[in-house]
């Protein structure tokens, strides 16, 4: 059965980083896109950032591009997010999310294309 299970949030200040971590198991992890979302109380969960699973491509939210990189490691079953400059705007719960492609090299953004998600980690960031 698969399961992805997220590591690295925090609190820290804004201005700061954090990298995310995202370990997956039990599926083969480069056919999946995979993705990071996050979600504010009160809000919807929306989408920050996805890899393709051969990791040439990657797709950015707006609120997030130019500070934040996805990169995954096929070896280690692991996606990363790191986050630099961190707003407090950025204060949520981050979910890590894995979508079975047949190409590669397709990016997934759409939330309803995802099927399996981890548990989440919580990001606050303090002005």
């Known amino acids: 059965q698969a399961q992805l299970v997220e590591s690295g949030g925090g609190s820290v200040q804004a201005g700061g980083s954090l990298r995310l971590s995202c370990v997956a198991s039990?599926?083969?992890?480069?056919?999946?896109?995979m993705g990071w979302f996050r979600q504010a109380p009160g809000k919807e969960r929306e989408f920050v950032a996805a890899?393709?699973?051969?990791?040439?491509?990657?797709a950015y939210a707006d609120s997030v591009k130019g500070r934040s990189t996805i990169f995954r490691d096929n070896t280690k079953n692991t996606v990363y997010l790191q986050m630099n400059n961190l707003k407090p705007e950025d204060t949520a719960v981050y979910y890590c999310?894995?979508?079975?492609?047949?190409?590669?090299?397709?990016?997934?953004?759409?939330?309803?294309?995802?099927?399996?998600w981890g548990q989440g980690t919580q990001v606050t960031v303090s002005s």
């Open positions: 039990g599926l083969t992890f480069s056919t999946y896109g």
């Open positions: 999310a894995a979508s079975f492609t047949l190409n590669t090299i397709v990016v997934v953004t759409r939330l309803n294309l995802y099927t399996k």
């Open positions: 890899i393709s699973g051969s990791d040439e491509k990657t």
